[in-house]
């Protein structure tokens, strides 16, 4: 106020309100300025007024940010003590998240027979994570398999290199394809931020839709993130994928139920054409055996961290190295492994060379302990060889399962032969009043997953529901199998072994036991 008239011009107001810290554009301004004061000048009090509203304002979208990112505001928290240390952590459980969870098992497995005494989940009460615990439930959850998938490589790139991506990152690229096949300028580049205006969804559903589901883009002509988000899942109604989120979740970019979102959108419209008869001889297929996934799922259930997607680039990087084969070999043999030559932290200038280092350990440990690593070095693993990370990778598991199993025939401190653990598994059934037995790990008996429900039930009586035994086919020996894991799995085993394993008879007790 230069002339002391007690009012300010307002071509000067906005300057004012830059200098106490609240800076708003120009369109915002205007129409503000239709509010206060008699459009030339405003007053000391009207500049009061405006600047206490654009303060309150911005504090409660300051207070709403602080919420989303880190406030437990609509969560609860549990206490624990760390598996690895007697220190207390705590871990934060949000509701909504707890909730959609819920909802979409009940939505999905309510009709699965073998589910029929888990499901429905409450909602509440924490009951969710007492009806996952036996596995039951998890093992019924999983991704579809899309042919199709080649048509997310990028220049140059190929199909073992598209394995090496997180299901993160390969849904990522799926959004990013149906994007640019609708002419949609727009990338997405995470599930929090970039979604939470709806927009990016609302393209993607139109996109993947089928003809005549009636699926469209008026989403896009709604004011405001909550109310437009809300108008997106109406679309989603309409190819029955109103899962996971609320449009609460959306605009406030909840990332574990985005990404809950768009998994669901991809199992059940994925969009991506399957290969013509033209292209089938150009794409070498990658496709993961079965005994590449029996290795990776046993790492898995160790709790590596990070998670093992594809074996080779994963332990080539000597991370996993570090977090999973280090560690097994201490559990194989205490004291085994100097911790001082294993690098915890890669340079710049070095990474290559102390990844190459920590795999060279990693056989040389292995030798010490007798394996066959005939001709294979630490370039090897670091290399990604297939063949020769398979050598390894059997033998640590082999050496990690006769240790366990050690513990159960009393072995002492040598590994568990084949007889001793057979010895154990009969003596276990007879002492139990079964009349099942195995002769060796390829016994034809094993096939039909009765031998392995009886071993179960003996070592914990009850925990095996008979009448889900099925008998008479080999779909009815595979339905046992899975019983059979997930059981094993309830009972507190770390159990990495596959239902065809079973069926086949493949050395199962080594991986199940």
């Known amino acids: ?119 429905p989940v409450k909602t509440d009460g924490g009951d969710l994570y007492t009806k996952v615990q036996d596995g039951l439930i998890i093992c019924q959850i999983d991704l579809i398999h899309v042919p199709g998938l080649f048509r997310l490589l990028q220049n140059d790139e190929t199909l073992e290199d598209f394995r090496k991506l997180s299901p993160e990152q390969i849904l990522i690229r799926w959004v990013n394809y149906h994007l640019s096949k609708a002419g949609v300028n727009r990338v997405l580049t995470n599930f929090t931020v970039d979604v939470s205006d709806s927009e990016i969804y609302t393209y993607l559903l139109n996109e993947i839709a089928p003809k005549g589901a009636g699926v469209t883009l008026h989403p896009l002509s709604v004011q405001g993130n909550v109310k437009r988000a809300a108008a997106m899942l109406d679309e989603a109604d309409k190819l029955d994928c109103r899962e996971f989120v609320a449009p609460n979740d959306v605009a406030q970019g909840n990332y574990k139920l985005n990404l809950a979102f ?82 915890t932290k890669f340079s710049k200038l070095k990474g290559m060379m102390d990844q190459i280092q920590n795999c060279n350990y990693a056989v040389e440990l292995g030798r010490q302990l007798r394996f066959s690593l005939v001709g294979i070095q630490g370039k090897d693993i670091y290399d990604g060889n297939q063949t020769l990370t398979l050598a390894l990778v059997w033998q640590l598991m082999s050496a990690y399962t006769l240790t366990v199993l050690a513990q159960c025939t009393h072995s002492g401190d040598r590994l568990a ?41 003996a070592i914990k009586p009850g925990v095996i529901d008979y009448s889900l035994v099925k008998t008479g086919s080999v779909q009815a020996n595979l339905e046992n199998a899975k019983y059979a894991i997930t059981s094993g799995r309830k009972i507190g085993a770390k159990i990495y072994a596959l239902p065809e394993d079973i069926v086949e008879s493949l050395n199962v007790f080594e991986r199940v036991l």
């Open 1 to 119: 106020d230069e002339n002391g008239h007690g009012s300010i011009p307002v071509a000067d107001v906005q300057e004012a309100l830059r200098v106490t810290g609240i800076d708003i554009p120009g369109f915002q301004f205007r129409d503000l300025m239709k509010r206060f004061g008699c459009g030339t000048h405003l007053t000391f009090s009207e500049f009061q007024d405006l600047f206490t509203e654009l303060r309150a304002e911005r504090d409660q979208e300051v207070k709403r940010w602080k919420e989303q990112i880190g406030s437990v505001t609509g969560a609860y928290t549990v206490k624990g003590l760390s598996e690895q240390s007697n220190e207390e952590i705590v871990h934060t459980i949000r509701v909504e998240e707890e909730v959609a969870f819920s909802n979409w098992i009940n939505s999905s497995l309510i009709n699965d027979s073998d589910l029929k005494d888990l499901v």
């Open 262 to 343: 768009v998994a669901n959108l991809f199992n059940k419209y994925p969009g991506l054409p399957e290969p013509g008869a033209d292209e089938i001889e150009n794409i070498e297929v990658v496709e993961e055996t079965r005994e590449e996934k029996t290795y990776r799922n046993w790492m898995n259930s160790m709790g590596v961290n990070p998670y093992v997607n594809w074996l080779y680039s994963d332990l080539s990087n000597g991370i996993i190295i570090l977090q999973c084969l280090f560690q097994l070999y201490d559990i194989i043999r205490a004291g085994l492994v100097n911790w001082k030559r294993v690098v």
């Open 417 to 457: 032969t084949d007889k001793e653990i057979i010895a154990w598994v009969n003596q276990k059934l007879a002492s139990s009043g079964r009349t099942t037995h195995i002769r060796s790990f390829q016994d034809p008996v094993i096939s039909d997953a009765c031998v392995v429900l009886d071993l179960i039930d």
